[in-house]
């Protein structure tokens, strides 16, 4: 695992030191790798979305309503 030096501001250290504090989280190190993991699973979901809404809008029209479309949508971003 590499080593990097890194700063905070005051109140995200004072999060960081809580989240350690009521035992959510072993170390910073563990908090911050766990927050980045988060934030790639996020992004990976919104490129989902991005490409679904770029295929719809080059496929023209769909017979399908709002709720069945938001169905499929959810259900292929849960796996």
Known sequence: MRRQSISFTEPNDEWLKNQIDNKEYSSKSELVNDLIRQARNQQKKIDLIRL????????????????????????????
């Not at 809008?57 to 309503?65: D, M």
């Open 52 to 79: 679904k809404l770029d295929k719809a809008e080059k496929s023209g029209f769909t017979t399908e309503s709002q709720s069945e479309i938001l169905k499929q949508s959810k259900s292929m971003l849960n796996g």
